[in-house]
């Protein structure tokens, strides 16, 4: 990275910048993790950009594309997929699109994730909006500072916005969606957690765990965006009896069945920007 971090986001806007003339500029960015991978589809006049590096790019049942367009009467752009600590990509990597996102003129984000439930109460199928976070993975603003984006020490007091919180509230109270609230564990897998670890998490205070999320998440806050997160409930990593298993084909498969009321709370949401 040059002496200046600025300096490494520049190549990718300026080709943003060539792609949305004669285009609207978004205004709200979307990342369509686990269970809004559908939400891709109801977008109006999608033009998708595929986001790779190398020969690589997101997996876990992501398209990995940005796709820009229109959906609830807003100009969005949605990462259809996202990029994984445990996939091998930097911090740095990571924050990139966030980083762009807030360069062309985003100042809302979305995002969303499949996780596994600590709290005893939570089931499979449970939506989470997210409230607060406890972060085990590396923070992606270690290093030189974005000045020109953020300041050095961002307070973290309250990172998920609780005016878009109330909105989802009162979105899903009358589309008849029940809703969880609670607190965000991020750790960097690839391994699930063990017994032993989920009680720890749970006794930190944490509600349900994933691999994802909060690197993005820190980052569209020091970038002075307004945040809503949602976790789909795709396992129960609180039953630590013998036959508790995890496997990822089943996480997908649960995301799935949760896109239809995840794509109408997000798209109703963004009518209410």
Do not use: W
């Not at 609830?72 to 990029?83: H, I, P, T």
């Not at 990597?93 to 980083?99: D, V």
């Not at 984006?149 to 916005?161: A, I, K, L």
């Not at 809503?228 to 649960?254: P, Y």
């Amino acid at each position: 990275m040059s002496d200046n971090p600025f300096t490494h986001y520049l190549l990718p806007y300026n080709y943003l910048s060539h792609i949305f003339e004669g285009r609207p500029k978004p205004t709200v960015g979307i990342i369509l993790g686990s269970g809004l991978g559908r939400l891709g589809d109801s977008i109006k006049d999608p033009f998708a950009i595929p986001l790779k590096r190398g020969a690589s790019q997101s997996t876990i049942g992501h398209k990995g594309n940005l796709i820009l367009g229109s959906l609830g009467g807003k100009q969005v752009a949605a990462m259809q997929g996202r990029f994984h600590y445990y996939e091998g990509y930097s911090m740095d990597e990571i924050a990139l699109p966030i980083r762009i996102m807030k360069m062309i003129g985003i100042n809302t984000l979305l995002v969303s994730n499949a996780a596994g439930a600590l709290n005893p109460d939570y089931r499979v199928g449970d939506l989470m909006v997210i409230t607060d976070h406890i972060n085990f993975m590396p923070n992606p603003l270690i290093g030189p500072n974005v000045n020109m984006q953020g300041p050095r020490f961002p307070d973290m007091t309250e990172v998920y916005s609780r005016r878009l919180r109330n909105l989802v509230a009162q979105e899903a109270e009358a589309m008849g969606i029940a809703l969880r609230e609670g607190v965000y564990v991020a750790e960097t897998g690839p391994s699930y957690e063990t017994p032993a670890e989920y009680r720890m998490f749970r006794m930190l205070g944490g509600d349900a765990i994933g691999m994802s999320t909060v690197p993005e998440v820190i980052v569209a806050h020091h970038c002075g965006m307004e945040v809503f997160g949602i976790s789909v409930i795709t396992n129960q990593s609180n039953d630590l009896g013998e036959d508790c298993k995890n496997d990822e084909n089943d996480v997908v498969v649960q995301a799935d069945k949760a896109s239809e009321k995840m794509t109408g709370l997000f798209t109703r949401l963004i009518e209410k920007l």
